[in-house]
């Protein structure tokens, strides 16, 4: 396996590199940030899933993580959203196709092919941060927004060994009962609703998949995908209902975007910091 180095910054004493390699998963070339901070690591590891129609810049040019990270110690790694190119399928609409990958592993034509992000991102990409980068793989943590809040989620209850802590920015916290999840799920993963459960953050927790971890998720008020599409309160009642330890916060006048998750990225840090000792 090859890794393409594309681009490099320093940021805050640590450095920011984009690599490419040839993904056997997604038989794709498929592109991921490392924030390394500066010393001699190994470092723990924070994965930051990120939302529908982005890529690993996203978070690396609007959350102003490399901060934090550096004082905390923590490597970053923000994956790609889904596999891409000419080659790939996709949709016209921004929900569905390259950058909507929800974090699963489609079984339906014209998807199946290529798109596998949860096995990529716990299988393949988790050995190439193991094998290439100062990392600690016994202290990885999870966390994304929206759509990857959804993945950091989903991934953390069904692999609580590899990802020993949890937050989230605005996720999607039950796709099957919401618009974005039911049409991202029929295409990828089809009609038969039994088979969603398994990427179903509120589903799994019901059905016993919980784990040790103390999850955090910050809702804002303000957000105008939160009565349809987040709907926060489902996790919380799954929660309850599966003793699961959650602290679901809504925060008051925030929104959807960046500015939200930039204003809360210093706790969700410190809160992966603590739990990764
Ligand atoms: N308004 C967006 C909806 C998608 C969206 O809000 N994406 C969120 C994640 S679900 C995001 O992070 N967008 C990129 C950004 O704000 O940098 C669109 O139509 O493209």
Redesign the pocket.
């Known amino acids: 396996m090859t890794l393409t180095h594309l681009s490099e910054w320093t940021s805050f004493g640590g450095t920011l590199s984009v690599y490419e390699h040839e993904s056997v998963i997604t038989r794709t070339p498929m592109t991921f940030a490392v924030y390394t901070p500066k010393g001699e690591g190994p470092f723990p590891v924070l994965w930051y899933l990120?939302?529908?129609?982005?890529t690993w810049a996203?978070v690396m040019?609007?959350a102003g993580l490399q901060r934090m990270a550096a004082e905390l110690g923590l490597m970053i790694i923000a994956p790609d959203t889904s596999p891409r190119g000419d080659e790939v399928p996709n949709d016209t609409s921004?929900?569905l196709g390259q950058g909507a990958g929800f974090y699963l592993s489609a079984t339906q034509a014209p998807w199946a092919e290529h798109y596998h992000m949860d096995r990529y991102i716990t299988e393949e990409l988790t050995q190439i941060i193991a094998d290439n980068f100062q990392s600690d793989m016994s202290r990885q943590g999870i966390t994304g927004?929206?759509?990857?809040g959804h993945g950091a989620i989903t991934l953390h209850l069904k692999n609580p060994e590899q990802f020993k802590s949890c937050s989230a920015f605005?996720p999607i916290t039950s796709p099957s009962r919401v618009p974005w999840g039911q049409k991202a799920f029929t295409a990828y993963l089809g009609k038969d609703e039994t088979i969603w459960k398994a990427y179903d953050a509120s589903a799994l927790v019901k059905s016993g998949h919980t784990s040790s971890a103390h999850i955090l998720i910050d809702t804002g008020t303000a957000d105008n995908?939160r009565e349809e599409q987040l709907k926060p309160e489902l996790f919380v009642q799954a929660c309850e209902a599966s003793e699961q330890k959650l602290t679901s916060r809504l925060q008051d006048g925030y929104d959807?975007?960046?500015y939200f998750?930039a204003s809360f990225i210093e706790d969700h840090l410190r809160w992966h910091a603590e739990a990764l000792g």
Request: glycine share 10%; with cysteine.
């Open positions: 990120s939302g529908l129609t982005c996203n040019e609007k921004y929900d927004h929206s759509m990857g605005s995908f959807h975007s960046y998750v």
